[in-house]
């Protein structure tokens, strides 16, 4: 008899669960709350309770070719960044051709998630749902949690002394769908990370002021790279990556400074040295530079305090503030969950590669896509969830609670020295990808593609690291990976190439 496996979300962590749940011979239920799949990516103009929310006007930060199900590639004139509209619609397709959608019970909320009382022999989980105001409770043998962490804003109001005082609003850019509502404001942004970056540059246009507050700066980029490539697909290279490991002190600073010639180098633009804790995920916004440098909006460090301005750090004051937004991220919790299974110490995230808790009896839970690379999140959360559906199915056995726990504390000490207390979720996308490949045999064996297809691993090697590297070999395998893998670059250049130009003579 098949594994019974509960799936939380069917954004695109969820899809990729169920999908790899089939191929592994699993047995899946997927729970969403919503009335239809995509998750972070379903718009909705107004907020809800439990779910994911963004703008109107989000458009992706990865490229097509790096940002699709390793064996569902974009159509070749699809642009390569699309609108939250058009990503949805790829999925929902995507949902559609692996006929997924009947494995999912939509409108259905997971209220608890509790071991069974044998969970020390079979590992077996209680999940209750509700539907309808009836309560469900079922028994599976594994859960994976695939509900994002983009769902509880923090805003930190205690940060900000005098804010009570304040006779302006203030919300978090969880709440902001569209600038029309600060049309003549005065608006003060605090966060400079990718939402309170395009939604300063779209205040900017029609608010009377805008300011942004950034406590520690930010390495602004553009997504158009050389030659009017995007950004990834020249930067997330397996070459660049070992050229980041070999000499991360030297070559790193090299690689973000002279080949990222788009950002800033003026401190009050927010420039920072990239070394110890201080190096970051960037930030993507095209339209940002020239915002700044046409005064339409200004850039100042931390807010002091709020009596009825704001007093910057710097001593400089901005008054008659109509609105304050907190640009200042996500909480990643999950309210169906004990967070000590996830939180063992200094509320950090203790992971086992950042998808199994190392403490667990037996390891029948997984968390999805709770990381943060330079990489995008469909290919990393459809890895992550083949890896987690092989362990589920005994196909494959995790380490001692011992070695994981020494494998956390080691990743942690990196990740506290490249990007900070604050930041220690981040990875580097080639190396977790290829941590967590080499776990289910579906890392590239790039000498042995050398050996045998010398065009397919110059391309793998040189090329982007795009998903479709990981359907190459092992389990999963895709018989399309080698031809979509050597056909990226025609699909790149499509959507922006309108007509024949002859060869110049």
Same mark, same amino acid.
């Given at each position: 008899?098949?594994?019974?496996?509960?799936?939380?979300? =069917?954004?695109?962590?969820?899809?990729?669960?169920?999908?790899?749940?089939?191929?592994?011979?699993?047995?899946?239920?997927?729970?969403?709350?919503?009335?239809?799949?995509?998750?972070?990516?379903?718009?909705?103009?107004?907020?809800?309770?439990?779910?994911?929310?963004?703008?109107?006007?989000? &458009?992706?930060?990865?490229?097509?070719?790096?940002?699709? %199900?390793?064996?569902?590639?974009?159509?070749?004139?699809?642009?390569?960044?699309?609108?939250?509209?058009?990503?949805?619609?790829?999925?929902?397709?995507? =949902?559609?051709?692996?006929?997924?959608?009947?494995?999912?019970? &939509?409108?259905?909320?997971?209220?608890?998630?509790?071991?069974?009382?044998?969970?020390?022999?079979?590992?077996?989980?209680?999940?209750?749902?509700?539907?309808?105001?009836?309560?469900?409770?079922?028994?599976?043998?594994?859960?994976?949690?695939?509900?994002?962490?983009?769902?509880?804003?923090?805003?930190?109001?205690?940060?900000?002394?005098?804010?009570?005082? %304040?006779?302006?609003?203030?919300?978090?850019?969880?709440?902001?769908?569209?600038?029309?509502? %600060?049309?003549?404001?005065?608006?003060?942004?605090?966060?400079?990370?990718?939402?309170?970056?395009?939604?300063?540059?779209?205040?900017?246009?029609?608010?009377?002021?805008?300011?942004?507050?950034?406590?520690?700066?930010?390495?602004?980029?553009?997504?158009?790279?050389?030659?009017?490539?995007?950004?990834?697909?020249?930067?997330?290279?397996?070459? =660049?990556? &070992?050229?980041?490991?070999?000499?991360?002190?030297?070559?790193?600073?090299?690689?973000?400074?002279?080949?990222?010639?788009?950002?800033?180098?003026?401190?009050?633009?927010?420039?920072?040295?990239?070394?110890?804790?201080?190096?970051?995920?960037?930030?993507?916004?095209?339209?940002?530079?020239?915002?700044?440098?046409?005064?339409?909006?200004?850039?100042?460090?931390?807010?002091?305090?709020?009596?009825?301005?704001?007093?910057?750090?710097?001593?400089?004051?901005?008054?008659?503030?109509?609105?304050?937004?907190?640009?200042?991220?996500?909480?990643?919790?999950?309210?169906?969950?004990?967070?000590?299974?996830?939180?063992?110490?200094?509320?950090?995230?203790?992971?086992?590669?950042?998808?199994?808790?190392?403490?667990?009896?037996?390891?029948?839970?997984?968390?999805?896509?709770?990381?943060?690379?330079?990489?995008?999140?469909?290919?990393?959360?459809?890895?992550?969830?083949?890896?987690?559906?092989?362990?589920? =199915?005994?196909?494959?056995?995790?380490?001692?609670?011992?070695?994981?726990?020494?494998?956390?504390?080691?990743?942690?000490?990196?990740?506290?020295?490249?990007? #900070?207390?604050?930041?220690?979720?981040?990875?580097?996308?080639?190396?977790?990808?290829?941590?967590?490949?080499?776990?289910? #045999?579906?890392?590239?064996?790039?000498?042995?593609?050398?050996?045998?297809?010398?065009?397919?691993?110059?391309?793998?090697?040189?090329?982007?690291?795009?998903?479709?590297?990981?359907?190459?070999?092992?389990?999963?395998?895709?018989?399309?990976?080698?031809?979509?893998?050597?056909?990226?670059?025609?699909?790149?250049?499509?959507?922006?190439?309108?007509?024949?130009?002859?060869?110049?003579?």
């Amino acid at each position: 008899m098949s594994k019974r496996v509960g799936i939380i979300g =069917a954004g695109v962590s969820g899809l990729a669960a169920i999908r790899c749940c089939l191929e592994e011979g699993l047995e899946p239920t997927c729970f969403e709350r919503s009335n239809d799949v995509g998750g972070l990516w379903k718009f909705s103009d107004h907020t809800e309770e439990g779910r994911a929310s963004i703008y109107q006007s989000v &458009f992706t930060n990865s490229s097509k070719e790096m940002m699709c %199900f390793p064996d569902f590639p974009y159509p070749d004139a699809s642009p390569n960044y699309r609108h939250h509209s058009k990503l949805q619609e790829y999925i929902k397709t995507y =949902a559609q051709k692996k006929a997924l959608l009947r494995y999912i019970q &939509f409108e259905t909320l997971v209220s608890s998630r509790k071991k069974c009382p044998s969970f020390l022999i079979m590992g077996q989980w209680v999940v209750v749902t509700e539907k309808d105001g009836k309560q469900e409770s079922t028994i599976f043998d594994a859960v994976m949690i695939c509900s994002g962490h983009h769902v509880y804003p923090n805003l930190p109001t205690d940060s900000f002394p005098g804010l009570d005082q %304040f006779r302006g609003n203030y919300l978090h850019s969880r709440d902001y769908k569209n600038p029309e509502a %600060f049309k003549g404001k005065r608006v003060l942004v605090i966060g400079l990370g990718n939402s309170g970056s395009d939604i300063t540059v779209e205040l900017s246009c029609l608010a009377t002021q805008v300011i942004v507050s950034t406590r520690s700066g930010s390495w602004v980029m553009s997504r158009v790279w050389d030659d009017g490539c995007p950004w990834d697909m020249i930067y997330v290279t397996r070459f =660049a990556s &070992f050229l980041r490991n070999v000499r991360p002190s030297f070559v790193s600073d090299w690689l973000y400074v002279q080949k990222m010639n788009t950002w800033f180098k003026h401190e009050n633009y927010g420039l920072m040295p990239l070394n110890g804790s201080l190096r970051k995920e960037p930030v993507f916004n095209d339209e940002l530079p020239s915002r700044i440098l046409c005064g339409t909006l200004s850039i100042k460090p931390s807010v002091k305090e709020f009596p009825s301005s704001a007093v910057f750090e710097d001593g400089t004051v901005f008054e008659a503030i109509d609105s304050v937004i907190f640009a200042t991220g996500y909480d990643y919790s999950y309210p169906f969950l004990d967070e000590t299974i996830m939180k063992s110490r200094n509320n950090e995230v203790t992971l086992f590669k950042g998808i199994f808790p190392p403490l667990m009896e037996k390891p029948t839970l997984a968390v999805i896509d709770l990381v943060q690379s330079l990489g995008a999140a469909i290919p990393t959360a459809d890895l992550q969830a083949h890896w987690a559906a092989k362990v589920f =199915a005994n196909s494959c056995t995790l380490p001692t609670t011992n070695e994981m726990m020494d494998d956390i504390d080691e990743k942690m000490g990196k990740k506290l020295k490249w990007f #900070g207390q604050s930041q220690t979720l981040q990875t580097d996308y080639i190396t977790y990808m290829d941590e967590l490949g080499s776990f289910i #045999g579906a890392k590239p064996n790039i000498t042995w593609l050398f050996l045998t297809d010398p065009r397919l691993a110059l391309e793998v090697y040189l090329g982007p690291c795009s998903p479709h590297q990981f359907r190459l070999m092992g389990p999963g395998k895709w018989d399309g990976a080698r031809n979509a893998i050597l056909t990226q670059w025609n699909r790149t250049v499509k959507p922006t190439r309108t007509r024949v130009v002859s060869e110049a003579q």
